[in-house]
């Protein structure tokens, strides 16, 4: 199973990134964002649940600080999961990990993309 997490960069404040995720070897009930900023815990940014068949949504999570800011989404025939990031602060500085969860309830995560957002 592998997660491959891409998007990232360098951007101002006030700007916009559009990261995906794409899964291969297992498909996910569950998929999420979290984030990582240095010298603070990994927490979690959006998720979203597959709605149970390949062209429905489930349930969508933000947390606090992103709402009206991302938006997640997935696509369930490509197996990726997308996170919509506008008015970048340079708050939203960190490490953003995608993370699946299988329907066995097993966790996988990819391997991190770096999001930096210059004031």
């Known amino acids: 199973v592998q997660l491959q997490a891409s998007g990232g960069g360098l951007v101002q404040a006030g700007g916009s990134l559009r990261l995906s995720c794409a899964a291969s070897?297992?498909?996910?009930?569950?998929m999420s964002w979290y984030r990582q900023a240095p010298e603070k815990q990994r927490e979690l940014v959006a998720a979203?649940?597959?709605?149970?068949?390949?062209?429905?949504?489930?349930?969508?999570f933000y947390a606090d600080s992103v709402k009206g800011r991302f938006t997640i989404s997935r696509d369930n025939a490509k197996n990726t999961v997308y996170l919509q990031m506008n008015s970048l602060q340079p708050d939203d500085t960190a490490v953003y990990y995608c993370?699946?969860?299988?329907?066995?309830?097993?966790?996988?995560w990819g391997q991190g993309t770096q999001v930096t957002v210059s004031s």
């Open positions: 993370k699946g969860r299988s329907w066995d309830s097993d966790d996988y």
């Open positions: 979203i649940s597959s709605g149970g068949s390949a062209s429905s949504i489930g349930r969508i």
């Open positions: 070897g297992s498909t996910f009930s569950i």
